[in-house]
């Protein structure tokens, strides 16, 4: 559902993502660690389309991201480490935008937003202005844009943080459902528990530079993830 080959991303002399290569198949929870400035959230916006890279290429669904941009992000769901909303905007009016750039029928998003907001318990609030949201519920209100056009991939940033406990467990739960159906999820987290239970494969980034991936498995063998990666990020 995404491959990334050979990616390569430079900002003035440094490598932000350098020579990068994963493949994330339908059905797959695919995590993606590594320390604050490893190269994880360039890697994400440049599968989304959102920056450009300077080598290797992207395929959603085996479609060239630079050749059909368009097609390729009517495919993907992005959730950021920090939604950018539009505050004017009611939480309700924000859905509906959402839907109409992906042409949602009516009828389709009224169910898939009624059993979204009612899920996350933010049916109440959908009438108020985004402006009035705390950073949580900015969270659900995203995660819920990000879901109403079934996405076939979808990439997030940090998509736990901000998000209380009941919140949490709820998001797993929903990508655990998408996945069955044969969606892919790819994404980032600082939460190296959730992704060690949650994930069927993971890689490891430093520096720019893939330095493991593989299934839950074969990466943390008889250790934890924690240790792993803690291991890993000692190593020069």
């Keep these: 559902m995404l491959k990334i080959e050979n990616l390569v991303k430079v900002y003035g002399e440094k490598k932000a993502v350098d020579d990068l290569s994963l493949h994330i198949q339908p059905g797959e929870i695919y995590g993606f660690i590594g320390h604050n400035g490893a190269g994880k959230t360039t890697t994400l916006k440049a599968c989304c389309g959102i920056l450009q890279y300077d080598g290797g290429e992207i395929f959603v669904d085996g479609v060239s991201i630079k050749e059909d941009p368009i097609g390729c992000k009517k495919k993907i769901a992005y959730i950021p480490d920090n939604p950018d909303l539009y505050e004017f905007m009611t939480g309700i009016q924000f859905l509906n935008f ?38 949580g519920m900015k969270q659900k209100l995203a995660i819920i844009s990000a879901l109403v056009h079934e996405p076939c991939l979808i990439i997030m940033d940090e998509p736990f943080v901000g998000l209380d ?13 998408m996945c069955s159906c044969g969606c892919a999820i790819f994404f980032s987290t600082h939460v190296l528990e959730v992704a060690e239970k949650l994930c069927d494969k993971v890689a490891i980034i430093k520096a ?20 792993v990666f803690l291991e890993l990020e000692g190593e020069k």
Excluded: C, N, W
């Design 208 to 227: 720019g530079k893939l330095i493991r991936s593989g299934t839950m498995e074969e990466v943390k063998g008889d250790t934890s993830l924690e240790d």
């Design 98 to 135: 959402v839907a109409d750039i992906f042409g949602v029928s009516s009828e389709v998003r009224q169910e898939r937003i009624r059993h979204y907001a009612d899920a996350f318990e933010l049916t109440k609030d959908l009438a108020q202005p985004i402006s009035s949201y705390s950073h």
């Design 165 to 177: 406990p009941k919140a949490t467990h709820l998001l797993k739960e929903i990508m655990k459902e």
